[in-house]
């Protein structure tokens, strides 16, 4: 008689506390992919160092600072580090807040480099 034995799947997940909000963040979003970043505020931490490749010693704050389209129309996150200044861009979860998303989305055009009222001259 044989027996089978069955080894049991463990879900390996792991977390990373938000270095801006403190919401402790599943590095895998709803759909399955991974994250780096914060789905409420979208803040990350600079932990890959994208110039140079591998990781970095920085581990400074990366503040979301727009949105980028790309031409396949998926949306990334743009993000600069507080300490160092380096940008990176991430893709959007599906989970991200949606209101953050949309408010950088819309904020060159909240606050134009230049007066609106430059229009009414054309």
């Avoid at 914060?38 to 994208?50: A, K, T």
């Avoid at 949306?75 to 807040?97: A, K, Q, Y």
Wanted: charged share 15%.
């Amino acid at each position: 008689m044989s027996s089978t034995s069955s080894t049991p799947s463990v879900l390996k997940t792991s977390t990373f506390a938000c270095a801006w909000c403190g919401l402790t963040v599943s590095t895998y979003a709803a759909d399955g992919t991974r994250r780096n970043h914060c789905p409420s505020c979208l803040h990350s931490q600079h932990v890959l160092d994208h110039v140079e490749g591998g990781p970095s010693d920085c581990l400074g704050r990366m503040s979301p600072i727009a949105i980028a389209v790309l031409r396949t129309g998926d949306w990334t996150v743009v993000h600069r580090c507080v300490r160092c200044d380096e940008l990176t861009s991430t893709p959007v979860c599906t989970d991200d807040n949606q209101l953050v998303l949309m408010r950088m989305a819309v904020r060159p055009l909240a606050q134009p480099p230049f007066p609106l009222e430059a229009f009414g001259t054309l």
